[in-house]
């Protein structure tokens, strides 16, 4: 999402300090300061601490000091985990406890009075039995900002997968902002596989982010089986029995072979296995390397993720990311929006005059 922000605001003129990033786990926040400087360095890790009061409480003495910390915010971006919203979430969904993490960005809101406000998730939250979103857009509409709640289509953005995210974009002292406005990709047309990834088809590499995980008998020759016979979904007869004794089970993607000419299905931390999902290479019986998702993710080249020294910290940077390009949209959206009530503002302080 920084990288996201960054590049919409570089687009509209605008140079960026990131102030303030919060997130849990202690390596994948090495990767994110590997590319992204922060000004503040304590206190980043579990955010219920650092925004730890009630909803419309008073501020905790952390929160006071956060305040203070943190200054003046022109934009609060967050992903709050969406594994428990998520439709692949057939356990907990709905219930997860850490569904209650997409309210503590209410509670960064109040502590933090930032200018534009963008939260991301999964459809799925929608339904929460908590009601997170309706009272996201309430409580912010109650706190000045103009609210716009899309779901919003990757592959249309450009992307080239198939992922579709619920997004809140609230803008301070804005009456309505429109997500019509959003730029679509270019001619409109989604992306490829092919574009994305068809010039790493061969790329040979002993290092993990340019590596695939290694298949098991089975699944090797199952990524054999449909190569040879030219199949993208693999026959309930060669899956394993918790598939194979239910013909009309819906897991048709999983073991199954991507399309060069098609966006590919949504990256998630499964992106190495074939077991999680249609994530079997078009013309080599290999997973998907780390790079390719990263390319699949609109990750540039440069990006570094040289400190991620396990696959699962590569799996879990990667599949739980943002679209950096998904961000770009929303940031840009919220951007010209404050920027519209900017000149507006000058209007009617020319017309007071």
């Not at 609060?76 to 979430?89: A, D, E, K, R, V």
């Not at 406005?181 to 290092?207: M, Q, V, Y």
Request: net charge positive.
């Amino acid at each position: 999402m920084t990288l996201g922000a960054i590049e919409a605001a570089r687009s509209l003129g605008y140079d960026v300090e990131v102030v303030l990033a919060m997130e849990l786990d202690e390596q994948i926040r090495d990767v994110y300061d590997a590319n992204f400087a922060s000004t503040i360095t304590s206190l980043r890790g579990d955010v219920s601490k650092r925004f730890n009061g009630g909803l419309g409480k008073p501020l905790t003495f952390v929160e006071t000091r956060s305040r203070k910390d943190v200054g003046t915010v022109d934009l609060l971006i967050g992903g709050p985990p969406c594994q428990g919203h998520s439709n692949l979430n057939n356990h907990t969904r709905r219930r997860d406890p850490r569904n209650a993490l997409y309210l503590r960005m209410l509670r960064a809101v109040e502590v933090l009075d930032p200018r534009t406000v963008i939260i991301e998730n999964v459809p799925g939250v929608q339904h929460a039995t908590n009601h997170a979103v309706s009272r996201a857009v309430n409580k912010l509409t109650k706190l000045g900002y103009g609210v716009a709640a899309p779901v919003v289509s990757a592959s249309s953005l450009g992307v080239p997968q198939q992922r579709t995210r619920h997004a809140i974009v609230a803008v301070k002292g804005v009456q309505s902002i429109s997500a019509d406005d959003f730029e679509t990709g270019p001619n409109g047309k989604p992306r490829t596989l092919k574009w994305a990834i068809g010039d790493l088809e061969d790329e040979s590499s002993s290092d993990l982010f340019r590596s695939a995980s290694k298949l098991s008998a089975e699944n090797q020759a199952r990524a054999r089986y449909l190569l040879d016979h030219d199949k993208y979904d693999l026959p309930n007869h060669l899956r394993p029995e918790c598939h194979s004794d239910k013909p009309d089970h819906r897991y048709k993607s999983m073991y199954g072979r991507l399309r060069w000419e098609h966006p590919a299905q949504t990256i998630t931390t499964g992106f190495g296995s074939p077991g999680q999902g249609r994530y079997l290479h078009p013309s080599r019986p290999r997973t998907l390397t780390p790079h390719e998702a990263a390319r699949i993710q609109f990750f540039p080249d440069w990006f570094d993720f040289s400190s991620a020294k396990h696959r699962r910290v590569l799996a879990d940077c990667i599949g739980n990311a943002v679209p950096p390009k998904l961000a770009f949209a929303l940031v840009r959206l919220a951007l010209l929006a404050t920027r519209s009530a900017a000149l507006s503002e000058e209007k009617r302080a020319l017309v007071a005059l």
